[in-house]
């Protein structure tokens, strides 16, 4: 009894196998990605990254004004530049457009049909609406969450980067005498 039903999970294995690893389509990933409104958050991930960048650069014009005044409108109107050219850039290389491709591939090799399908059911269901209406909610708090933590991160890193930067400009003077 026992060899038999190692027999027959042996024998059946490789159906289960081919079954389970079977790489989903085009056309259902494309419904995954419509029911999850993909280009939607995408798009509202670089307005939320615009609108966060924004207030960094402004602190930027600040500081450099709180040395030279007379600088302010020039910085201001520099930084305004160096947001919008970076911000373009970034909206080029990161659009759904550019990104389908590549996001189609790596579905392809991370998710099984099955797994697909059984994401198309979620999703279609209400709570899986439901869940679909507050991720951009979550990405926004969370993009906040992150930003909060950046300046004093940031404030960390300089400070380390002054004193390394002091200690190497120390170091030649030792070797010296």
């Known amino acids: 009894m026992r060899n038999m039903l190692l027999t027959a999970t042996l024998a059946l ?3 289960f196998a081919s079954a389970q690893s079977t790489a989903p389509s085009d056309a259902s990933l494309e419904q995954l990605f419509t029911l999850t409104h993909v280009d939607q958050l995408m798009t509202s991930i670089q307005k ?9 650069l402004d602190k930027a014009v600040d500081q450099i004004a709180a040395a030279h005044p007379e600088k302010r409108e020039h910085a ?3 930084f305004d530049k160096f947001m919008n050219m970076t911000m373009d850039m970034m909206e080029a290389e990161l659009s759904w457009t550019a990104l389908k491709p590549v996001t189609l591939d790596i579905y392809k090799t991370t998710f099984s049909q099955d797994e697909v399908n059984a994401m198309i059911a ?10 679909i209406a507050k991720l951009p909610i979550a990405t926004q ?7 909060q933590r950046m300046g004093p ?4 890193v300089m400070y380390q980067a002054q004193q390394m930067a002091a200690a190497l400009q120390a170091e030649p003077e030792a070797h010296d005498h």
């Open 48 to 56: 939320q990254t615009r609108a966060s960048l924004k207030p960094m």
């Open 76 to 78: 201001t109107q520099a």
């Open 122 to 131: 979620f999703y279609s269901s209400p709570m899986g609406q439901s869940v």
């Open 13 to 15: 294995a490789p159906l």
């Open 141 to 147: 708090k969370s993009m906040q969450m992150v930003q």
């Open 153 to 156: 991160l940031m404030q960390r």
